[in-house]
């Protein structure tokens, strides 16, 4: 049997509905949870087009999204890549020279001599 897309989303859909008949759920109830239309879940169980947004939040409210992991699974990096981006993350040696600086190039303050006469204090 061919997988076409649409027969891809409706075993999704079956699949969809009869997880949310399973956890007792009734279509109002768990789309108001996931903050979509009854339309919107309606069309997810009978295999139409949604928004990947829409089946996010209902495998969220179902409990199921975790299992996404076994879906798609991370891409693991060959020995080889591993190696080579552990050498770009090792700090180089700067090279060549540095340019000097003038001491006290900064800033030089207000300008202004503050003195501290004792005489007032008597």
Request: net charge neutral.
């Given at each position: 049997?061919?997988?076409?897309?649409?027969?891809?989303?409706?075993?999704?859909?079956?699949?969809?509905?009869?997880?949310?008949?399973?956890?007792?759920?009734?279509?109002?109830?768990?789309?108001?949870?996931?903050?979509?239309?009854?339309?919107?879940?309606?069309?997810?169980?009978?295999?139409?087009?949604?928004?990947?947004?829409?089946?996010?939040?209902?495998?969220?409210?179902?409990?199921?999204?975790?299992?996404?992991?076994a879906l798609v699974p991370q891409a693991?990096?060959?020995?080889?890549?591993?190696?080579?981006e552990s050498r770009q993350k090792l700090?180089?040696?700067?090279?060549?020279?540095?340019?000097?600086?003038?001491?006290?190039?900064?800033?030089?303050?207000?300008?202004?001599?503050?003195?501290?006469?004792?005489?007032?204090?008597?």
């Open positions: 049997m061919v997988s076409t897309d649409e027969n891809v989303r409706r075993e999704l859909g079956a699949r969809l509905q009869a997880q949310r008949l399973l956890h007792n759920w009734d279509q109002e109830s768990l789309a108001y949870e996931a903050g979509i239309s009854q339309s919107t879940l309606y069309r997810l169980e009978k295999g139409g087009s949604v928004s990947l947004d829409a089946l996010i939040r209902v495998l969220r409210v179902l409990g199921l999204l975790e299992r996404l992991d693991e990096m060959s020995p080889v890549a591993q190696v080579r700090r180089k040696r700067a090279t060549g020279t540095r340019k000097t600086t003038q001491k006290n190039s900064g800033w030089q303050g207000f300008g202004q001599s503050v003195s501290f006469d004792d005489s007032e204090g008597d």
